[in-house]
């Protein structure tokens, strides 16, 4: 290859690189703060891309732990940045379900991410959505 074509497949290949800007992936942390630490069992955790997402569970990605002591730090790797909201609840049965009463008010504990505000029902994506940039982030949640 001459010099000439060699300097214009390298021009090509640096404006192709960085013509666009990538993203890198980080690391999600979540902390949480359990109000029953001695129940036992386990922490589902749903982390929810959209507001469609977050209303019906379809496309979150999911995480389990054992709830094991007043605050748990787990992480949902390889996180693309973006706008996302975190669920939990203290699945203190292991059951897979969030128990709830006849009316359905939740039995076992359950949080949000911005610990986000709970009326008569779940927050709203935006109340619980939190931002993922280009560095690690931890986000806090106190189990109600």
Known sequence: MST????????AIL???????????VDL???LMLNKPEAGGVLRLALCPSKEAYDSEQGCRTLS????GRTVRCAFPDV????Y???????????NQ?????????????????????????????LAAITVG??????RIRLR
């Open 4 to 11: 000439s074509r060699s300097t214009i497949a390298a021009a």
């Open 15 to 25: 404006l192709a690189c960085c013509g666009q800007r990538v993203f890198a992936q």
């Open 29 to 31: 942390s979540v902390e």
């Open 65 to 68: 732990v054992d709830a094991t």
């Open 80 to 83: 693309k940045p973006g706008t």
């Open 85 to 95: 909201a975190v669920k939990v609840f203290h699945d203190i049965n292991s059951d």
């Open 98 to 126: 969030l128990n709830t009463s006849w009316i359905g008010w939740p039995q076992e504990p359950y949080g949000f991410s911005n610990d986000a505000p709970v009326n008569t029902g779940p927050p709203s994506f935006r």
């Open 134 to 139: 280009e560095k690690p982030l931890t986000t």
